[in-house]
Structures are given as C-alpha cells and as structure tokens.
C-alpha cells in the first residue's frame, strides 16, 4: 500500500505540474499568440487614463515584458522557493507555495486562497455529510420499496433537486427562511473557532441548498446500485444462508453498491473544495468560488492560476484517498 | 494693481466667503429637517439628529479598488473615505445643488492663487492630529500627493499631478532619491502648515483637485506602499480597526478627531461595519429586512427591490430616485465619412428615439431622465437648452432629420457601424434600439460589440480603428471627476484630449472655438464667469453634434429608516457617508 502511494504521490507532482502548464500557457500565452502586447495586458491593471510611463511601471514590476518561459520560470520557482514583490517602502516576502502577486489586490496569492479555504472547507464538508446520509439512505430505501408511493415521491424529489439550480433554490431558501420567517436571519459566515454554534445556524441553509443538489443524485445513483445489487446470486445465497436482512442490506448489497458512488464522492467533494462557485454567490459566503468570481471579474491571472492549481490539487488528492480506499478494500486495484 | 495682488485679493475675499460658508453648513446640515418621504433625502436631512450610538452595515455586491486614499477611483470610496480622511478642501456637506461646493478641510481656506494662476498656496489648521496623536505637516500631505506619481504600487488612482505641475518626471518617493523622499520640486513646504504648488500652466479648477481624497496626509514613517490599503492613519473621525481584504473592514471612533476644525462630518456611530461581496438582491434584502443600513456603491437597488419599493407605500416613503452623475450617450464621430458633415451628425440627433434610450436604460426611475446637453442637471455650470428637441419630441423629428440628410447630401441616408460594450445588456438595448429609429430615415447602423475592458484601449478608443472600420457612432457613459463643465466636457470633447489609444474624445471633436472655450475657462478664476464658459462649451459641443446625450442616469436608492441625518450628497450622487448616525 506504501509504494502505491508514493507512486501515487509522484504522479500527482507531476499532474500538478502540467494543469500549471497548461494554465499559464491558456492565460498568458494564448492571449499572447492572439496579437496582446505585454503593454496592453499592464494597461489593465494601471486604473484610468494612464499615462504610458505607468504603463510600463506596471508591466515592468509585474514580470510581463520578460519571455513567456521566463514568467513560467518565476510562477514555478516561487512555489518551491518563494518569492519577493516590490510593494513600495518594503520588499514583500511570500514564503513557498507561493503563487504569485494579485495584480488587483497587489498582495501574494497564497494567503488571500488560504484565508478563503475554511469558508469553502465548512461548506462542502456539511453539506457532503448531509447528501452523502441523505442522498445514500434514500437511494436504499427507495430501492428496497420500488414501486411505492415512497420510492416514486422520492425519485420525484431528486429529479427535481437534480434539475433546479442553486441560484434558484437557494434564493427561495434565502427568502423563505431568512426573510419571510426569519429563522436563519442575517446570514454570515462565522468561524468554527469563535463560535460553533453561530458557524453552524450560519451555515444550515447553505448545507441544505448545496446538499438538495447533490443527495437527489446520490439517491438516485444509491437506488440504482441496489437494484441491481440486490438482484445479484450472492444475495440470494446470503438470504439463503438464513442472514439477517438488515446484514443482507447493508453489508453485502449496500457495500457493493457503494464503490461507485465513493468514486464520484471523491470527485465531487475534491470540485466542491475548490470552491462552490453558485452556493458562495447565493449566500455571498467568501469562499474559493465568490474569491474565483472576483479573480475573473478583474482578469486577475495570478489569482486565476491559484485557484485552478488549489482546486486541481484538491480534486488529485480526493481521488488519491479514493484510489488508497480502493486499494485496501481491494487487493487487485494494486497491481 | 498688478495681477498678482489682484489674485491676492480674490483669495482673501474667497477665504471670507468660505469662512461664512462653513458656519452656513453647520447650520444647515442640522436644521434642514425632513420628514421620511419619496425623494425627501435629495433636497433635504431625513432625520436629523446628534443621537450617538449603534453600529452602521454597509453592504457592498464589490470590493474597493482600494482604501488607500491614494490608491482609489471610485466614488463610493471617496465618499467612504471622508470617515477615516480629511483632504485639503472638500464638499460641503449638505442636500441639493450646495453639496457641489468646495469648503475648506484640513487647509484654512481654498487655495491662494498667485503668480498669474501658476501658484496655489494652502496652509494647514492647527492642531490637526492623527489616529496615534501625532500632529499633522504639510510634508504629509505632500508626500501623499508624492505617492499619486508612484503608478507601479499605487495603479488605481487620478493622476492629475502628473499633468498640472511642473515636475512630471517625478518617480514616487519610493524610488525617491531625496533623504525624507520629498523631492517633488513642483510643491514647496516653507513650513510644516504651509503647502505651495507650482503649475505648468494656469488651471482655474485646482480646489477641485485637491478635493480629492490624493491630499489625504500620510505620514511616511506609517507608509506601507501597497499594504497601506489595510490601515490607512486616519485623520477623521473614525480609524481602521479590522481588515480582511474581499471580505470585510471595520472602523470605529477616532479618538484624535478635531471635531471644531470639521463642520462636514459627524462622529455619531460607535462603529462601521463594510461587508464586502455580498449578492446585490441579497443586499436589497438585507436593506428591506434591516439588516444592512446602507448600499455602499450608492448605485441604487436591483429590479426586483425597485418593483416591491415602488409598489409598497411604506417602502417607498424611504427612497430616493436621485440623478446618478452619469450620462449615457452616444458618441458620434466627426472623422468617420459622412459623419464628418455636420448635417449627417444632426441628422443622428434629429432621428434619435430619446424614450426608446430611456427605456433601454431602465425606464424614467432606474434609468433616467431624457437628456439635452452633455452637461448633466448636478453639474455646476449645467444651463438647460434643448437643441434638437429630445424633450419635446422625444420619439425623434425625422422631418428635421431628412432636411439635415438633405443638406449633408445623403437625402437617402447612408450606412454606418455603431459600436458598444456587448457585456452590458443596456448598451446592447440601447444600440438595437437606435438602429431602429435611426433606419426610420434611411440611417442604416451596423452594430459592433467589443468587451468593455478592451472598448477604449482596443477598438473605440483608438482613432485609427475607429477610422478603419467606419465606426460612427459608438455608445458611452461618463461621470466627471469633479462636479463642473471641465470634469464634465474636457475629455469627452476637447481636441488636446484626443489619444491614440484609450481615447474618450470619440467624437474626436478639435473645434477651435471649443478648444478656446476650454483654454480661457481654465485661466478663469471667477468661478461665476467660469461657469458662465461650462454653458457655452455645452452649448457649442451639441452644435457640433459629437455627442448624442440619451439620458442623465438615475438611481433608486433606498435609506434605512433607523438612520439619522440622511441626505443625497449631489457630488457623489448617493447619500452622504460622513455625517451617518443610528438611532
């Protein structure tokens, strides 16, 4: 298990490596091999009407009248060694992994990513565990009562929690439950730190919104596995070995069809850390998606860079702990 | 008399006008009472009180570009600034046309001019002191203006230090070689109350530029260059005490604030708060349901809060439909054939469809009032005239249009491209809409959409593109940078401002009796003569009709009924932040 996961680790430097590539070269070269000028890309970042001495300040101490290769270099180089940034009276100093210099905020990229992780960490965490009980438990039961009311109410729900989008349901939540009847009032994000329990009625009606979208997938995904699961011949020996049902459910037929929904939990969980981009805006939670949002809105390339990279990295490592999960649940996975 | 006691003596009696003005402001801010009706808070204080207390949420669907005072563009952050910022001169504080003038701040008066206008002199009040004690020098007010040079760490803010005084190589003092990094030759500092500045050439409009929030001191023991932005040293009323940037400031009360020295600010709230990047209905929301006290952008409500506001009585009687500063128009180009006859440019104002501009903007409340000069009505120097109908015909006068087509030789019409920023719904709108009616008389208008960040430096900024791909008309906005005909018209329509990239005069109007216009206003002191000039420039510029004005932009604002001393500040076009209270 030790080697697959350091082998596992090296390929995931590697992977890093070219998603850094590939970003920089769709930011900075494309734009480039399209006819933009080193002096047109400062221009943006110099305010109103500059003159062409500020101009070229900007381009100058932003690195972007150096060769392309040149600029790569120095994104690199500042991740393993870290990096100065002239920020006036002083020398700024952004210690490994850093990931370059807002050109809007004119601060290093590392610690303003880093200040919005909890946000997006206290989100996705909640609402995973939320759609992971309820989207799971759902899916089994449906399956096991296929047919019914129940089964056709729930399956009802989920296509509809699968449908609707976040900016919408999350809007009604917002409405309903925080205006009309205030029972989450003035929503914000509180840290765990300070106070658990504000963090947490801070957070109720994001996790639920978030969870909706998620769980009606994840019971459907769940109902399907089981259906044919429990259709399989070893169920039929369990029962006939005279196990009890409950063990029947859950070890045989509910392990069984939940390999492939830890395969996408590991997917969507890893997405979800990089910032939930539509449930961040709806509650303007300030999290990697509304921090995503901000980076786009201003063509903030190195903020841009970071968060591609962070989320990349997030969604590297879930499925390492997927594949390690794997791993040890099942011996052929190793080889 | 020689010209320069003359300028002297116009100083001195400025000074005395000021001086009685400010007393004037006092009065008027706290008596000036109004009750909470629509539009109350735009001609009059919607609560009056001196009640201390509470805490103000601000709510803002952005971030600043930057809180450091020299660092910032935008007006809401002006406005903001007042609370943690004294410049110079400032706005006086008070409801309808009076808040576009300039008072004094940190200096005793308005500049003392002199040297045939090369000269302005400020000297400081005494016992100006900073949030740490520390007394105020006129070298911190210079080595602030210092800073506006240095365009590497500080991007975002005016640079019209760099054009107006004679030292426009100046590095910024953080490449400053001087030993106190105050080698601006251009401002002398005799003593630490006395700031003099040196122009290249007379510039009648230097109070305004003063004014903005660039002359704010900064101690430069205390500069942190780019980080400076997370606690700037605050010389008003209130002082930084938290910052978490894209996310949230807080300030609270400056204990060394010198209330006596400052008639235009109040020190009522024991604390603001600045929630940053929260959804725009979300804001709306919070300010309904009293959970925000103030829209920090100042912009106005959503559509969905503007339609339950103006449906619901209650709702209403807190709201304010405030003209905005911005005008929306559309250039028309005065190179590109064969609009470069002036017949075919009146013939464009003629068969303008001026409520089909409104609409496409938003309608009478959030979009605006039908416009006739370029000059906006908040403007000082605004004359009304309406020369080619668009308040009494505002469907368009084709028969008028067709003669004017007739006269420039195209009785036919003839075929154009009219640019916009295609990621702004209401420019696509009101360039459809423009299409149509200009086709009623044969004007046949292609449209072109290019992205708003590359409009100016790219595509409609740039006169030879413009030339090449036969842009005639393009639409546009503009919000001066101070509140007269020079902020206004200077670089929308005067020939000296024409770029080869990043150009605003679109029209690439070079009318010498414009351009004259502009040159003697500039050297003009007597602000009544001078705003006498703002009219006829306005006046001259629809003649040469350059500009298509298709309505003076209006806002929706909405006021907490909790707050105290609420007033729509004309010069920032949203309600005054500096003399807030809760209660």
């Known amino acids: 298990v030790i080697t697959f996961i350091v082998r596992r680790l090296i390929i995931t430097v590697f992977l890093l490596l070219v998603v850094s590539l590939i970003t920089f070269a769709i930011f900075f070269l494309v734009p480039r091999l399209a006819g933009q000028t080193s002096y047109e890309l400062a221009s943006q970042y110099v305010g109103r009407n500059p003159a062409p001495a500020a101009v070229h300040a900007i381009e100058q101490k932003l690195g972007f009248d150096r060769p392309l290769i040149v600029q790569y270099g120095r994104f690199v180089k500042g991740i393993v060694m870290g990096a100065h940034y002239d920020s006036g009276p002083d020398r700024t100093y952004c210690p490994p992994p850093c990931f370059g210099y807002s050109f809007r905020n004119q601060q290093p990229v590392w610690p303003m990513l880093m200040s919005n992780v909890p946000v997006t960490a206290s989100l996705a965490f909640g609402a995973a565990v939320i759609w992971l009980v309820a989207g799971t438990a759902i899916g089994v039961v449906s399956a096991l009562k296929r047919g019914t009311v129940f089964d056709r109410a729930a399956m009802g729900v989920a296509l509809a929690g699968v449908s609707l989008p976040i900016f919408f349901t999350g809007l009604i939540a917002l409405q309903l439950f925080s205006y009309r009847w205030p029972i989450f009032p003035n929503l914000h994000y509180v840290s765990f730190t300070a106070n658990p329990l504000a963090w947490a009625s801070n957070l109720v009606l994001p996790w639920i919104t978030l969870a909706f979208l998620y769980a009606a997938l994840y019971a459907r995904l769940t109902r399907a596995g089981m259906l044919e699961t429990m259709g399989e011949d070893y169920i039929r020996t369990a029962r006939a070995k005279g196990l009890p049902e409950r063990t029947v459910i859950v070890k045989h037929g509910l392990r069984a069809a939940l390999t492939p929904i830890v395969t996408i939990f590991g997917m969507d969980l890893g997405l979800l850390l990089g910032g939930a981009v539509l449930t961040e805006f709806t509650f303007s939670l300030h999290g990697l998606g509304l921090f995503t949002i901000l980076a786009i809105q201003n063509n903030d390339l190195p903020e841009i860079l970071g968060v591609v990279m962070l989320t990349a990295f997030f969604v590297v490592i879930a499925n390492l702990i997927v594949d390690v999960l794997y791993a040890v649940v099942d011996p052929r996975v190793r080889a | 008399?020689?010209?320069?006691?003359?300028?002297?003596?116009?100083?001195?009696?400025?000074?005395?006008?000021?001086?009685?003005?400010?007393?004037?402001?006092?009065?008027?801010?706290?008596?000036?009472?109004?009750?909470?009706?629509?539009?109350?808070?735009?001609?009059?204080?919607?609560?009056?009180?001196?009640?201390?207390?509470?805490?103000?949420?601000?709510?803002?669907?952005?971030?600043?570009?930057?809180?450091?005072?020299?660092?910032?563009?935008?007006?809401?952050?002006?406005?903001?600034?007042?609370?943690?910022?004294?410049?110079?001169?400032?706005?006086?504080?008070?409801?309808?046309?009076?808040?576009?003038?300039?008072?004094?701040?940190?200096?005793?008066?308005?500049?003392?001019?002199?040297?045939?206008?090369?000269?302005?002199?400020?000297?400081?009040?005494?016992?100006?002191?900073?949030?740490?004690?520390?007394?105020?020098?006129?070298?911190?007010?210079?080595?602030?203006?210092?800073?506006?040079?240095?365009?590497?760490?500080?991007?975002?803010?005016?640079?019209?230090?760099?054009?107006?005084?004679?030292?426009?190589?100046?590095?910024?003092?953080?490449?400053?070689?001087?030993?106190?990094?105050?080698?601006?030759?251009?401002?002398?500092?005799?003593?630490?109350?006395?700031?003099?500045?040196?122009?290249?050439?007379?510039?009648?409009?230097?109070?305004?530029?003063?004014?903005?929030?660039?002359?704010?001191?900064?101690?430069?023991?205390?500069?942190?260059?780019?980080?400076?932005?997370?606690?700037?040293?605050?010389?008003?009323?209130?002082?930084?005490?938290?910052?978490?940037?894209?996310?949230?400031?807080?300030?609270?009360?400056?204990?060394?604030?010198?209330?006596?020295?400052?008639?235009?600010?109040?020190?009522?709230?024991?604390?603001?708060?600045?929630?940053?990047?929260?959804?725009?209905?979300?804001?709306?929301?919070?300010?309904?349901?009293?959970?925000?006290?103030?829209?920090?952008?100042?912009?106005?409500?959503?559509?969905?809060?503007?339609?339950?506001?103006?449906?619901?009585?209650?709702?209403?009687?807190?709201?304010?439909?405030?003209?905005?500063?911005?005008?929306?128009?559309?250039?028309?180009?005065?190179?590109?054939?064969?609009?470069?006859?002036?017949?075919?440019?009146?013939?464009?104002?003629?068969?303008?469809?001026?409520?089909?501009?409104?609409?496409?903007?938003?309608?009478?409340?959030?979009?605006?009032?039908?416009?006739?000069?370029?000059?906006?009505?908040?403007?000082?120097?605004?004359?009304?005239?309406?020369?080619?109908?668009?308040?009494?015909?505002?469907?368009?006068?084709?028969?008028?249009?067709?003669?004017?087509?007739?006269?420039?030789?195209?009785?036919?019409?003839?075929?154009?491209?009219?640019?916009?920023?295609?990621?702004?719904?209401?420019?696509?709108?009101?360039?459809?809409?423009?299409?149509?009616?200009?086709?009623?008389?044969?004007i046949k208008a292609t449209l072109q959409g290019y992205p708003t960040g590359k409009y100016f430096t790219n595509f409609a900024g740039v006169p030879n593109y413009v030339h090449q791909h036969n842009l005639g008309l393009a639409v546009g906005g503009w919000a001066p940078d101070w509140p007269d005909g020079y902020g206004m018209l200077y670089y929308l329509t005067a020939g000296p401002a024409i770029q080869a990239a990043g150009n605003t005069n679109v029209g690439e109007l070079n009318d010498p009796v414009v351009n004259n216009l502009f040159t003697k206003a500039v050297a003009t002191t007597d602000p009544a003569a001078r705003n006498q000039i703002w009219s006829q420039i306005d006046r001259q510029v629809m003649s040469d009709a350059v500009i298509m004005p298709g309505v003076y932009a209006k806002s929706l604002l909405y006021r907490n009924p909790n707050l105290t001393n609420v007033f729509v500040q004309s010069y920032y076009a949203m309600y005054n932040y500096s003399t807030l209270g809760r209660g």
């Open chain 2, 1 to 442: 008399m020689n010209r320069s006691k003359k300028y002297k003596l116009m100083a001195i009696i400025g000074s005395a006008a000021v001086g009685l003005s400010v007393c004037g402001a006092a009065t008027e801010a706290t008596t000036a009472s109004t009750t909470a009706t629509y539009n109350a808070a735009i001609s009059g204080v919607v609560r009056p009180s001196n009640a201390t207390g509470g805490t103000i949420v601000f709510n803002n669907s952005s971030v600043p570009d930057s809180t450091d005072p020299g660092n910032t563009y935008y007006a809401n952050m002006w406005n903001v600034i007042r609370l943690y910022g004294r410049a110079l001169v400032t706005y006086k504080s008070v409801p309808g046309s009076g808040g576009n003038q300039i008072v004094p701040d940190l200096a005793t008066s308005l500049g003392q001019v002199s040297d045939n206008g090369l000269t302005w002199t400020y000297h400081l009040k005494p016992n100006i002191k900073y949030e740490d004690g520390s007394t105020v020098r006129s070298q911190d007010v210079k080595y602030a203006i210092e800073r506006s040079y240095a365009k590497d760490v500080l991007p975002n803010g005016p640079g019209y230090y760099a054009l107006l005084l004679a030292d426009p190589s100046y590095p910024g003092p953080y490449k400053d070689k001087a030993p106190d990094k105050l080698g601006l030759t251009s401002v002398d500092t005799p003593d630490s109350t006395t700031i003099v500045f040196h122009l290249v050439k007379p510039f009648a409009d230097f109070n305004y530029v003063v004014a903005l929030p660039q002359t704010v001191p900064v101690p430069p023991a205390k500069d942190t260059g780019a980080n400076y932005q997370l606690h700037p040293i605050s010389t008003g009323p209130y002082k930084f005490q938290s910052y978490q940037l894209d996310k949230q400031f807080t300030l609270v009360k400056n204990p060394n604030w010198n209330a006596t020295s400052d008639p235009n600010r109040k020190q009522l709230a024991d604390k603001f708060v600045f929630n940053l990047n929260v959804n725009a209905d979300t804001i709306d929301n919070n300010l309904i349901h009293n959970f925000a006290d103030v829209d920090q952008a100042g912009t106005g409500v959503q559509a969905a809060a503007r339609a339950q506001i103006l449906s619901n009585p209650s709702l209403r009687n807190n709201a304010d439909n405030a003209l905005s500063g911005f005008l929306w128009f559309t250039y028309i180009n005065s190179k590109v054939k064969p609009l470069d006859n002036v017949h075919c440019r009146r013939a464009v104002e003629y068969a303008a469809d001026k409520v089909a501009y409104q609409t496409a903007y938003g309608g009478p409340v959030a979009g605006g009032q039908i416009a006739s000069t370029v000059l906006t009505p908040n403007i000082v120097g605004y004359k009304k005239f309406d020369l080619y109908g668009a308040t009494t015909q505002p469907h368009g006068n084709l028969a008028k249009a067709r003669d004017e087509l007739a006269a420039c030789g195209q009785p036919n019409g003839f075929s154009t491209t009219m640019a916009f920023r295609s990621d702004r719904p209401k420019e696509m709108a009101t360039a459809t809409a423009q299409q149509e009616a200009l086709s009623r008389v044969g």
